[in-house]
T-cell receptor, first 113, second 113 residues
Framework: GNSVTQMEGPVTLSEEAFLTINCTYT??????LFWYVQYPGEGLQLLLK?????DKGSNKGFEATYRKETTSFHLEKGSVQVSDSAVYFC????????????FGAGTTVTVRA | DVKVTQSSRYLVKRTGEKVFLECVQD?????MFWYRQDPGLGLRLIYF???????EKGDIPEGYSVSREKKERFSLILESTSTNQTSMYLC????????????FGNGTRLTVT
């Protein structure tokens, strides 16, 4: 089946530190890949996406590259801020499945000043 | 901006009670979804709808039903609540085109005692 595995949290960092959240996937076919972010007390919102191999999604200083050879879509940010404290979800969608998304378990990130 | 509004932020119900969770979106989106979010499990799809009066089961439909009488409104119904339905419930919508992002509401935290 289709599934997403992301690194377990929680992750605690200091401001300006480098953040990486690992995400790997299993899918039949060629999925589109997404990162969603959930700030405290809010619903999820799309952070970035990539629709084919070697695509790089980027937004708000975050980046992720669709790596078909390693079935990965790791999220990175070079210098985090306190405002980046949130829960991050990796997700995949497949055309054959009408793009209904399969989500990872989520990674809680806390950035300390 | 797309707005997805969930009628209640917090609900506390007793076992066996009937619960309606209402969701309204204001962007004329064809697709609407109900997820539940639990720690360590991420988001799991309960039901979704691609059109008015149309519904399809997601991954965990047992104990739930839905109603979509109007395009903008998608209701989740718990006929007889149980304690294992204590969770965060998230509604989402998206346009009809494949790969379009999901827009989420802020969630309803349901506690069943």
């Amino acid at each position: 089946g289709n599934s997403v595995t992301q690194m377990e949290g929680p992750v605690t960092l200091s401001e300006e530190a480098f953040l990486t959240i690992n995400c790997t996937y299993t899918a039949t076919g060629y999925p589109s890949l997404f990162w969603y972010v959930q700030y405290p007390g809010e619903g999820l919102q799309l952070l970035l996406k990539a629709t084919k191999a070697d695509d790089k999604g980027s937004n708000k200083g975050f980046e992720a590259t669709y790596r078909k050879e390693t079935t990965s879509f790791h999220l990175e940010k070079g210098s985090v801020q306190v405002s980046d404290s949130a829960v991050y979800f990796c997700a995949l969608g497949l055309r054959a499945n009408d793009y209904k998304l399969s989500f990872g378990a989520g990674t809680t990130v806390t950035v300390r000043a | 901006d797309v707005k997805v509004t969930q009628s209640s932020r917090y609900l506390v119900k007793r076992t066996g009670e009937k619960v309606f969770l209402e969701c309204v979106q204001d962007m004329d989106h064809e697709n609407m979804f109900w997820y539940r979010q639990d720690p360590g499990l991420g988001l799991r799809l309960i039901y979704f709808s691609y059109d008015v009066k149309m519904k399809e089961k997601g991954d965990i439909p047992e104990g739930y039903s839905v109603s979509r009488e109007k395009k903008e409104r998608f209701s989740l119904i718990l006929e007889s609540t149980s304690t294992n339905q204590t969770s965060m419930y998230l509604c989402a919508s998206s346009s009809g085109s494949g790969n379009s992002p999901l827009h989420f509401g802020n969630g309803t935290r349901l506690t069943v005692t």
